[in-house]
């Protein structure tokens, strides 16, 4: 098994110069050095007869639910400190939340400031240069210290955020009325602003402007990340198609209310439990970083969903390195016919517990994740 300092090196590169070609061998190198080090990993592993000398390819990895979270502690290194991430609880209680005990960072801030850059900042360098006017519908870190969301946009603030970018998010919800302020004045000034929120939380603020008949043309350059999308779609057939015009009414108002074109509008999906996230641009499907592989999932089969078909989203995330790095999710996902690479996400499996921003409203505007 390749030492651990060597495989961390390995990975910061694949992460950094974003190299494809490194995954499938770095998988394998992933997974035998979570199963010698992440006991009740190796448990769920043996229990199925796959352990690393019986695997040859990424794809035989075997995945854990993302229930599993709630009932162990998924780490490689129980002896030291680490980043506690928490799910944001259920109708079954706040003792149920998922914990992702992360034991590096560096893997984790290495996967979103790359993200980031690609898909969101691609016209601002990782270190001087321009920022951002950077303004978050959740509360701060400090009220939320669990919150992988938030932790996620305090760091790209300190990346590329001004001086003044801030949290409009309180304990009660969200200050409207500041965010107003804050975007006015961007205006006036000129000054190119990004936003960041939940989309539940966008919508309900886009109802409040919408109803005051409230609205401004953000200043060129700004832009807005939303996260959460769609949760609890019923039924298989019509899904995608749901997706997309929800999508669209989500789009419609961003250019209305903001003036923001469909592709300074970028949603992100990620979940407590990875490292990583997907990112896509108004309608579009989510793009699979190179450090990453998804699977779709037919729960009849287990085995992958067909081209067309729509499936469980089962990710392998190389970011993981010290928990687990192959994920089963109950998101349901589906690639189009002749798509190579990425996949449209429908929502969340009919039945599946509630999660975060889908909980309820409170959860929706503090960014629960």
């Known amino acids: 098994m390749t030492p651990v300092a060597s495989l961390q090196s390995q990975l910061f590169n694949a992460i950094k110069h974003g190299d494809p070609n490194r995954f499938d061998s770095l998988a394998l190198e992933v997974f035998a050095y979570q199963y010698a080090h992440n006991l009740p990993y190796r448990a769920f592993c043996d229990r199925r007869s796959l352990t690393p000398d019986r695997i040859d390819h990424w794809r035989q990895i075997p995945a854990v639910p993302t229930t599993a979270f709630k009932v162990a502690e998924l780490t490689c290194r129980p002896d030291r400190p680490s980043t506690l991430f928490l799910t944001s609880g259920t109708t ?62 305090d760091l790209l603030m300190q990346q590329w955020g001004s001086t003044d970018s801030r949290y409009l ?95 300074a509008v970028v949603n992100e999906y990620g979940m407590t439990e990875l490292g990583s996230q997907f990112y896509s641009s108004g309608v579009g499907m ?9 699977r779709l999932i037919d729960p009849a089969t287990n085995e992958e969903a067909p081209s067309g078909e729509p499936g469980l989203v089962c990710v392998y995330d190389l970011a993981n390195l010290h928990s687990v790095m192959a994920i089963q999710t109950d998101d349901l996902g589906i690639k189009p016919p002749g798509a190579i690479d990425g996949f449209q996400l429908l929502g969340r499996v009919a039945g599946a517990e509630p999660r975060g921003c889908s909980l309820d409203p409170s959860a929706a505007l503090l960014g629960a994740r």
């Not at 400031?113 to 920022?131: E, I, V």
């Not at 989510?286 to 998804?294: G, L, Y």
């Open 92 to 153: 079954q209680g706040q003792e149920r939340r998922g914990r992702h005990l992360v034991a590096d960072l560096a893997f984790c801030h290495a996967a979103i400031l790359s993200n980031a850059q690609a898909h969101l900042f691609p016209d601002l360098p990782l270190s001087g240069g321009r920022r951002l006017l950077m303004l978050s519908l959740t509360p701060p870190p400090s009220q939320r210290p669990n919150s992988s969301l938030i932790h996620m946009i």
């Open 169 to 263: 998010g309180t304990s009660d919800g969200l200050d409207g009325e500041a965010l107003r302020r804050a975007l006015r004045r961007a205006v006036d000034e000129g000054t190119p602003a990004a936003l960041f929120g939940t989309t539940a939380a966008f919508m309900r603020w886009f109802e409040q402007c919408d109803s005051a008949g409230w609205r401004v043309v953000l200043p060129a350059g700004s832009r807005l990340m939303d996260t959460g999308g769609l949760k609890g779609v019923d039924g298989l057939q019509s899904s995608s198609m749901k997706a997309i015009e929800q999508r669209e009414i989500f789009l419609a108002f961003c250019e209305r209310l903001l003036g923001l074109p469909t592709r």
């Open 286 to 294: 989510k793009v699979v970083p190179p450090w990453v592989r998804v």
